[in-house]
């Protein structure tokens, strides 16, 4: 069964910086693009940002693309997302996500999902 699990969520000062990762099982992890999406209260899914297969191209919104890296390790089937100079904006529930044939900000063409995990900002 395939399993996207996030971690490293929680609360954060304005201004502060947090690692979130996510550790997937179930799937040839080197074969899927992995991406990062957050909702937050009362809003749609909105994408962050993707990373290629290999880790050698990525996409980031443009309302973050400033201030966040995508990363990964597919020696350790995780991929994370370094998020700086943390808003209030950015508290949202942030869920990882992989496509087999998809390198892009369109959710629906996801194949799996995580649970999310709730990232906080606040002053």
């Known amino acids: 069964q395939v399993q996207l699990v996030e971690s490293g969520g929680g609360l954060v000062q304005v201004g502060g910086s947090l690692r979130l990762s996510c550790a997937a099982s179930?799937?040839?992890?080197?074969?899927?693009?992995m991406a990062w999406f957050r909702r937050a209260p009362g809003k749609e899914r909105e994408f962050v940002g993707t990373?290629?297969?290999?880790?050698?191209?990525?996409w980031y919104a443009d309302s973050v693309k400033t201030r966040v890296t995508i990363s990964r390790d597919n020696a350790k089937n995780t991929v994370y997302l370094q998020m700086d100079r943390l808003k209030p904006e950015d508290t949202a529930v942030y869920y990882c996500a992989a496509s087999g044939a998809h390198f892009g900000p369109e959710a629906h063409k996801y194949d799996y999902w995580g649970q999310g995990i709730q990232v906080t900002v606040s002053s």
């Open positions: 990373v290629s297969w290999t880790g050698g191209d990525t």
């Open positions: 179930g799937l040839t992890f080197a074969n899927y693009a």
